[in-house]
């Protein structure tokens, strides 16, 4: 294999494909880069076995052919190269010379033959957004994945199909995190996916601003194909569990919030709090938002925002952190605070489909 590639795009196309490669790979050829050379085209291709992310650029190609090297070493060097072009020279023991400019390297690689097959799957359903919409529902919810082992289902994100709805959910038992919008069309049955969040997360990452992505979801495995990536994943396998169970049917009380100016507040007297343990109270009072939080170690803090409200007071303590999530993951102007009493569910509501549920914390 012998080719010629441009720094710059070598760099982007390395940038998109090495972020899984772990710093200790169970295999020594996972911690490697494939690279394909065929026609004018370099195709390079990481996994970790669980997410596998495949990209490509044009090249000047001499000789076809296919290796892998070191992925982290060789990001390490087009980081740091100053030419315009980088040169790769992989000979038959799979050593490759690199060069760019005065830098001259040898890599010392592995056979292509040792890289993990690809895994074929059918697609059960498919769908398409644009790639700035999904990367926002995925931000929007991420947060509230658990991170508790016992609950293996959820450590991933839903992605639950019905009635021509598409919805996007994130929980941990303690608060719930979701999107729903509405498809033009899709492709294959309804149903549900749970979306390991590692790979969410690395699929957030590679999504672009402009563009498009389509969905493949089969039983065990989906990919995500944009016009320069494909990422496929294994899926969480078993049953998410009925989160519409968790979302009270009304609510009684309902108040207009600047998203900004609440978070704010809310950060500014958190400061007082001492550990993660601690709350932060907040006070409905005649068109007063209250906020306060007290600590044994530091004091107290106190501030307030004016706000539309003549319904009786009620106090509700929080999980500060739980609390700020939806505000800060959110983009939207005005936040709707929706609750009954100082006990109950709350849903915070932030437009284009998103809803938020936390519980309040019992305080003595």
Do not use: W
Not at 86 to 94: A, F, G, K, P, T
Not at 151 to 160: N, T
Not at 282 to 294: H, V
């Amino acid at each position: 294999m012998k080719l010629t590639v441009p720094t710059k795009n070598l760099h982007k196309a390395l940038q998109k494909v090495t972020n899984i490669i772990g710093t200790r790979s169970t295999l020594p050829v996972l911690a490697n880069v494939m690279l394909e050379a065929e026609g004018k085209t370099l195709t390079l291709t990481t996994t970790d076995l669980e997410v596998r992310i495949t990209t490509k650029v044009e090249a000047e190609i001499e000789v076809e052919g296919k290796t892998t090297i070191p992925a982290k070493k060789l990001q390490s060097m087009v980081d740091r190269f100053e030419a315009d072009k980088v040169s790769l020279d992989c000979n038959e023991n799979h050593h490759t010379q690199v060069t760019c400019g005065t830098a001259d390297f040898r890599l010392l690689g592995l056979p292509s033959d040792d890289f993990p097959l690809p895994v074929d799957f059918k697609a059960e359903k498919t769908l398409k957004f644009k790639e700035m919409e999904l990367s926002r529902i995925l931000d929007q919810i991420s947060y509230a994945v658990s991170m508790d082992d016992s609950r293996k289902v959820l450590h991933g994100i839903l992605f639950s199909i019905k009635e021509n709805t598409f919805t996007a959910v994130a929980t941990d038992g303690k608060r719930l995190a979701l999107v729903e919008k509405i498809l033009d069309s899709f492709d294959g049955s309804e149903g549900d996916t749970i979306v390991p969040l590692k790979s969410a997360t690395e699929l957030k990452r590679l999504l672009e601003k402009e563009g498009e992505v389509t969905l493949c979801i089969g039983n065990k495995q989906a990919s995500f194909e944009t016009a320069e990536v494909v990422m496929t994943t294994k899926l969480i396998e078993g049953n998410y569990p009925n989160y519409r169970q968790v979302i009270p049917n009304s609510f009684s009380k309902s108040v207009e919030i600047n998203r900004t100016q609440f978070l704010s507040k809310l950060e500014l007297v958190a400061i007082a709090l001492a550990d993660s343990n601690a709350y932060i109270k907040l006070t409905y009072a005649a068109n007063k938002l209250q906020f306060e939080a007290t600590s044994n170690r530091y004091g107290k803090g106190v501030d307030y925002i004016d706000i539309d409200y003549s319904e009786e007071e009620i106090n509700i303590s929080f999980n500060p952190v739980f609390l700020s999530d939806p505000f800060r993951h959110s983009d939207a102007d005005k936040i709707n605070f929706k609750m009954n009493d100082g006990y109950s569910p709350v849903a915070v509501e932030g437009g284009d489909g998103f809803l938020y549920v936390i519980m309040p914390m019992r305080n003595k």
